[in-house]
T-cell receptor
Framework: ETGVTQSPTHLIKTRGQQVTLRCSSQ?????VSWYQQALGQGPQFIFQ???????GRGNFPPRFSGLQFPNYSSELNVNALELDDSALYLC??????????????FGPGTRLTVL | GQQLNQSPQSMFIQEGEDVSMNCTSS?????WLWYKQEPGEGPVLLIA?????ELTSNGRLTAQFGITRKDSFLNISASIPSDVGIYFC??????????????FGTGTRLQVTL
């Protein structure tokens, strides 16, 4: 069974640029959630994708957007990067419907640094 | 964004000691999860709790889902050096369009000395 994978591992961008982060869900998992973890804090929910549609969003502006593909993999896009976007971005996958509250399994994360 | 209150913030203990940490919320949760995170890695699921009052063990780890549904506790018995890391609680809401959205605690950093 393959776990959650994310790419790239590290990324350095400058303010104003755009970035795309990628996530492959654990085998058989159909729901993907994205979290932002600033240094020294717990992860914060960005949004969730189920059946290729966004299903719930946390307190993040529209310049944070995403996609889910038919194979359940997902992308997180961030436009007009700001210094405060520097963080570890975590992808988590789970099996079932979003209302069933199943366990989420996390990938290793992508460390984004905005200069 | 909202974070659950987790205590203690950090702990320095000796190998072999028992550890207790807890997590409290102003909101009710339907599920409580405990994760461990090591430097440069994503959180790893340790224990999942689904019912108020439930007590669940995973090896040396024991966690409880509080009766009020607003708190949870994690105990680690006979700590060993590889227990070092940051422990996060996370709650899943009971009534939400995104019932599997996780709200995380502030974390408990555990250091184990020999």
């Amino acid at each position: 069974e393959t776990g959650v994978t994310q790419s790239p591992t590290h990324l350095i961008k400058t303010r104003g640029q755009q970035v795309t982060l990628r996530c492959s869900s654990q085998s058989g998992h159909n729901t993907v959630s994205w979290y932002q973890q600033a240094l020294g804090q717990g992860p914060q929910f960005i949004f969730q994708y189920y059946r290729e549609e966004e299903n719930g969003r946390g307190n993040f502006p529209p310049r944070f957007s995403g996609l889910q593909f038919p194979n359940y993999s997902s992308e997180l896009n961030v436009n007009a990067l700001e210094l405060d976007d520097s963080a570890l971005y975590l992808c988590a996958s789970s099996l079932g419907t979003p209302t069933s509250g199943r366990e989420q399994f996390f990938g290793p994360g992508t460390r984004l640094t905005v200069l | 964004g909202q974070q659950l209150n987790q205590s203690p913030q950090s702990m320095f203990i000796q190998e072999g000691e028992d550890v207790s940490m807890n997590c409290t919320s102003s909101s009710i949760f339907n599920t409580w999860l405990w994760y461990k995170q090591e430097p440069g890695e994503g959180p790893v699921l340790l224990i999942a709790l689904y019912k108020a009052g439930e007590l669940t063990s995973n090896g040396r780890l024991t966690a409880q889902f509080g009766i009020t549904r607003k708190d949870s506790f994690l105990n680690i018995s006979a700590s060993i050096p590889s227990d070092v890391g940051i422990y996060f609680c996370a709650g899943q809401p009971s009534r939400s369009g995104t019932a599997s959205k996780l709200t995380f605690g502030t974390g408990t950093r555990l250091q184990v000395t020999l």
